[in-house]
Structure formats: C-alpha cells, structure tokens
C-alpha cells in the first residue's frame, strides 16, 4: 500500500455489527484510521466531531438511510462516500450514485475488494503530478486540477471527486470519443465494474455544465459508442 493512506480517517457507517467490525478491522490494518456509526444520527454527530477523508456507508441503515446520510453530509461539506447494499437492484445502485456516492459495493462483499476501492477514491484526492497540473478550459469551463477546483463561466461548480476527475478528462481530450469502458478505466482506474456508474455520473455532470442538460451543448452522446467533449455547439 502507498504510504500516503496512512493516516486517512475512515467513518465505517452500518447497523450489523459484524460488517462494521470486520471492514473496520481491514481498513485498520491498511493503515487507516477508522470510526464507527451504527445509524444516521451517529454517523452524522462523529462526522461533525472528525470530519473523515472517506465514509463507507451502508445504504439500509435505521430510521435515517443511507441516502439521507449522504445528503445530509454533503450540505456540510464535501467528503467521498462509497455506498454499501445489500441489495442487487439497479436502481438502488443508481440511486446512491446521484445523491454523490463516488462508488458502491454490493453485499456480500470481499473486504479486501473494499479496502482497494477506498484507496482507489482517496488516490484521487491527492494532488496530481506536476506534469498534470496546468489549469484547463474551454467554452466558460475552468478546472485546476492541482487545487481541484473547477468553475463555469467564473462561478465555482459543486462537483464530486468523479465529476470533477470526468470533467477534467474530457477537457484533456476534447473532440474525442471514448466509450463507457474506456472512460471507467482512464477516469476511474478500473479495469471491470458496472457501467451505469459512468452513465449516472455523465448526467450528472451535464445537469452541472450544461444550460440544458436534455440537449447537452458539451458532452455529446456519440450513439454506439460513448460520450465526447465538443467545446462549441452541436447536435447530441
């Protein structure tokens, strides 16, 4: 493991004892270090308490579920979450990713799988290498990569780590056409997942950057093959 996770502050958030001990107990051996909420109103006071640079959050929790904790969470301030549920359902799994979720993990689970995610997530909070610094924009749209922050047309957007990371790969490539295979791999550093994470978090992106997210001016749907980045006008 890279060094820099050492240290990283985790809130492990589910109401089965057993998950919460045993992905604690992974993470703490990575290094990390970890608190534990058993619901909302608990995972909410210990974040406010130590604000944490990642939560595992189950999605079926008590009362508050998981999609009001993230609500709740992202009001106060930015803070990567990856979602866990039980369920197999899709549109549970979408529905975790547009609330903000950067990523989610279906029950059962390998633990270990877990801990590469989180460092997968946290990999992307840090700064980038020098090389990739440069600020970048095109058509009212800035982003700063090395102070990750990204505005249009001079207000500063409210992105996610994913939204930010996908807008600033379609402004290094613009004009090109990438699938959603290949944008999971370049953008999220993986090489299988479910790619409705990508479709979610394009609409997503759309419904930030664009005038009309319905007739997207920027990140074209090219039909059969994926999504490009026009700078001008264009048809979807």
Same mark, same amino acid.
Request: charged residues 30%; glycine residues 10%.
């Given at each position: 493991?890279?060094?820099q ?23 703490d ?16 006071a ?40 039980a ?8 529905l975790?990713?547009e609330?903000?979720?950067? *990523?989610?993990? #279906?029950?059962?689970?390998?633990? @270990?799988? !877990?801990?590469?995610? =989180? $460092?997968?997530?946290?990999? /992307?909070? &840090? ?47 613009p ?18 997942? *479910?790619?409705? #994470?990508?479709?979610?978090?394009? @609409?997503? !992106?759309?419904?930030? =950057? $664009?005038?009309?997210?319905? /007739?997207? &001016? ?6 059969g093959?994926g999504?490009?980045f ?7």
């Amino acid at each position: 493991m890279e060094q820099q996770s050492y240290g990283a502050r985790v809130l492990v958030v589910d109401d089965d004892p057993t998950v919460a001990e045993v992905v604690s107990g992974y993470l703490d051996r990575a290094g990390y270090v970890v608190d534990r909420a058993g619901d909302g109103p608990d995972a909410l006071a210990r974040a406010t308490a130590h604000w944490p640079d990642l939560v595992v959050l189950d999605l079926m929790l008590p009362g508050m579920d998981g999609l009001e904790v993230c609500r709740r969470m992202r009001v106060r301030g930015p803070v990567p979450v990856i979602m866990l549920t039980a369920r197999g359902d899709e549109d549970d799994r979408i529905l975790g990713l547009e609330v903000g979720a950067d *990523d989610y993990v #279906t029950k059962p689970f390998s633990p @270990r799988e !877990l801990v590469l995610r =989180v $460092e997968s997530v946290l990999r /992307r909070t &840090r700064p980038v290498p020098q090389q990739s610094t440069d600020s970048l924009g095109a058509a009212g749209l800035t982003v700063d990569p090395a102070a990750r922050r990204a505005a249009r047309n001079g207000d500063e957007l409210a992105l996610t780590i994913r939204e930010f990371d996908l807008l600033a790969f379609f402004l290094r490539h613009p004009g090109r056409a990438f699938s959603r295979e290949e944008l999971m791999r370049e953008v999220w550093g993986w090489d299988f997942g *479910d790619l409705s #994470t990508v479709t979610v978090h394009v @609409r997503r !992106l759309r419904g930030k =950057v $664009e005038d009309d997210p319905a /007739r997207p &001016r920027f990140i074209q749907t090219v039909w059969g093959v994926g999504y490009r980045f026009d700078a001008g006008d264009g048809e979807v």
